[in-house]
């Protein structure tokens, strides 16, 4: 593409619809932000039974779709041949994909809506047991993170959980900023790693909690199994995006067929829980039986997800031309997705993710790890790295600086301090 037509793509804008204007770049950012963002409130307002935040996705949701239809018209007027056709419409691809999110997270936010409601041991369950679980928190007279602005407190990073939404006395406020101010009584709602969310929940109560060790066990054996294939599903379908995003980021084959794989795990799984269900159904009354529609309706949400996952990393695997706004609008968005290499005798070489504490010191999620040709999906406390690996990780810019010092070899470390003497 000539650099001439590059350059009338990246400025074109559109005052549609937003009253203010909109590049393609700016498109892109919003629409991998808002379908992020949307899924997160959509499994709040399910666990948290609130019918404020399933409305807010609902919103959500048709941003989403007027998002699409601009970047449509953007791509559109601003292609004129071919190869221009062939390059834009890898970034309509995308923004189908994450279209496509949004309706899934719209389809749980309905649940709340027409009453269907987890039982409260079953959320107990996807609350302890997901991989990236959801928080809520009432800021206490006495926190340290009162009346300062997100960004001054820093709570992604020195927790890895990402506060989504604040109650304020009757108003809400979702996806806040780094300028966002806390105050007291305000309800945090927040998404992470769930070995951040002793830490959260201290800075924000100023109270400490212990995550309980017990097992939990539904009455019902054919539910139990069901809603841990429930929760096994969400984690795969999440985790399908966040690498088919870095496939493209780092354009590399090997994790677009890492998300081929966990998609058709996810459609195997689904398989799997509407047949623990059906087994299940004969044995509940009909006031349970909504129950198990909920579960149901979840599976499906995330079997949509793991699909639209898989049609973005496709464009990698049929090695389609990327265009080059993708990548400006990846470094701008909400959330960073990175890959390092553990170096040889570096802080993290031959120590466990639980030893080396890298979720609570950098806040960054790990979410997968590249050994030679292995890969290591949604690695555990009892992880341990070797040098080589290659780490797949989210989570904010701050956080990716510390992330890639602790990977970085100590012998270069030491150099480099030499050298500055």
Request: aromatic share 6%; net charge negative.
């Amino acid at each position: 593409m000539a650099k001439a037509s590059l350059e009338k793509l990246y400025k074109f804008s559109t005052e549609k619809n937003f009253g203010e204007m909109r590049t393609v770049k700016d498109l892109l950012k919003n629409i991998k932000d808002t379908s992020e963002i949307v899924v997160d409130l959509a499994y709040s307002a399910i666990l948290f039974d609130s019918e404020d935040i399933a409305e807010e996705v609902l919103d959500l949701e048709n941003v989403l779709s007027d998002l699409l239809n601009q970047i449509r018209i953007v791509t559109i007027l601003s292609a004129r041949r071919v190869d221009e056709a062939e390059s834009v419409s890898t970034l309509l691809k995308i923004a189908g994909a994450a279209q496509k999110i949004g309706s899934a997270a719209g389809d749980i936010a309905l649940l709340v809506l027409r009453g269907f409601k987890l039982p409260k041991d079953v959320i107990n369950l996807i609350l302890r047991y997901s991989e990236e679980t959801v928080v809520k928190a009432v800021v206490s007279e006495n926190s340290e993170i009162a009346n300062k602005t997100l960004g001054e407190v820093r709570l992604h990073t020195r927790t890895g959980m990402r506060v989504i939404a604040i109650k304020r006395e009757f108003d809400w406020i979702f996806n806040p900023d780094r300028d966002t101010k806390i105050l007291k009584g305000d309800v945090l709602f927040a998404r992470g790693d769930i070995s951040g969310k002793p830490y959260f929940y201290e800075l924000v109560t100023g109270e400490r909690i212990e995550i309980p060790v017990e097992d939990t066990e539904l009455e019902l054996e054919e539910i139990d199994r069901a809603v841990d294939i429930l929760i096994e599903m969400k984690d795969l379908s999440e985790l399908a995006v966040d690498l088919s995003y870095s496939s493209l980021i780092y354009e590399n084959e090997d994790i677009a067929n890492e998300v081929f794989y966990l998609e058709e795990k996810v459609d195997n799984l689904k398989f799997e829980l509407k047949h623990w269900v059906l087994k299940s159904s004969k044995k509940v009354g009909d006031d349970k039986l909504r129950d198990l529609i909920a579960i149901l309706e979840l599976a499906t949400a995330s079997e949509y997800i793991a699909d639209s996952a898989r049609e973005i990393a496709e464009i990698v695997s049929d090695k389609m031309d990327l265009h080059p706004v993708f990548f400006q609008a990846m470094k701008e968005a909400d959330e960073v997705l990175v890959m390092f290499e553990v170096g040889d005798n570096c802080e993290l070489d031959g120590k466990t993710l639980g030893d080396a504490r890298v979720e609570t010191r950098t806040g960054m999620h790990i979410m997968a790890i590249k050994r030679r040709n292995r890969w290591i999906s949604r690695p555990k406390a009892g992880t341990k790295l070797e040098s080589g690996d290659m780490i797949i990780a989210k989570g904010t810019r701050e956080g990716m600086d510390l992330l890639r010092k602790m990977c970085v070899t100590k012998l270069t470390q030491r150099n480099s301090s030499r050298a500055n003497l």
